[in-house]
């Protein structure tokens, strides 16, 4: 079956543009996360969706950050007014529905923005 | 006291040798720590996780070990192998604040030589 995919795979925009990365989960995936991962560094955690709950946006970092998810498919993240520090990798999970229990989250390969 | 400091940063071991990467956290209401592997271009994926009641899991070559008295745990390698050559990463989890987020390391770069 088909895992977590990610588009585009690369991305490179000029500072001040807005961009858009595309999330779609494993299929019966009720839980969805957004990750970013800048460089030498660990994964940090961004947002939070599951089913039709409010997501847990705790971890964006500005209010340039955004994200969308339709139902329990695809996700988007928006980052708007791109700066060089967004420059990163943006990696997208989905799990079984979370809750108290801790169920295995599948990443997809990430999407790796540059920001000139 | 919330993060989660892994080391070392880098590991070099040859064929057929151990190699150890270890982390030590602050926070002791952690309850779930797993390990991911990432290799060049992939995403990370669960290599191995545990609970703070044992001790020790073990999984083929790759076993953890849980000091929760030290508030350390460790991964061990045995027999690595050039196909283990990768990225490692532990994190940390809790009930409280969500199982969802996880508090990553800052990942540790294994290359076994052939």
């Known amino acids: 079956g088909a895992g977590v995919s990610q588009s585009p795979s690369n991305k490179v925009t000029e500072k001040g543009k807005d961009v858009e990365l595309r999330c779609d989960p494993i299929s019966g995936h009720t839980a969805l996360y957004w990750y970013r991962q800048r460089l030498g560094q660990g994964l940090e955690f961004l947002i939070y969706f599951q089913g039709n709950s409010a997501p847990d946006k705790s971890g964006l970092p500005s209010d340039r950050f955004s994200a969308e998810r339709t139902g329990e498919s695809v996700s988007t993240l928006t980052i708007q007014r791109t700066q060089q520090e967004d420059s990163a990798v943006y990696l997208c999970?989905?799990?079984?529905?979370?809750?108290?229990?801790?169920?295995?989250?599948?990443f997809g390969p990430g999407t790796r923005l540059t920001v000139l | 006291q919330q993060q989660v400091k892994q080391s070392p940063q880098s590991l070099i071991v040859q064929k057929g040798g151990i190699s150890i990467i270890n982390c030590a956290y602050e926070?002791?209401?952690?309850?779930?720590f797993p390990w991911y592997q990432q290799f060049p271009g992939k995403g990370p994926a669960l290599l191995i996780a545990i609970r703070p009641d044992v001790s020790e899991k073990k999984e083929g070559r790759f076993t953890i070990s849980f000091n929760k008295s030290a508030k350390q745990f460790s991964l061990h390698i045995m027999d690595s192998q050039p196909g283990d050559s990768a990225t490692y990463f532990c994190?940390?989890?809790?009930?409280?604040?969500?199982?969802?987020?996880?508090?990553f390391g800052t990942g540790t770069r294994l290359k076994v030589l052939a």
């Open positions: 926070n002791t209401a952690f309850d779930y």
């Open positions: 994190a940390a989890s809790n009930a409280d604040s969500g199982t969802y987020k996880y508090i």
């Open positions: 999970a989905s799990s079984l529905a979370s809750g108290r229990s801790y169920n295995e989250q599948f």
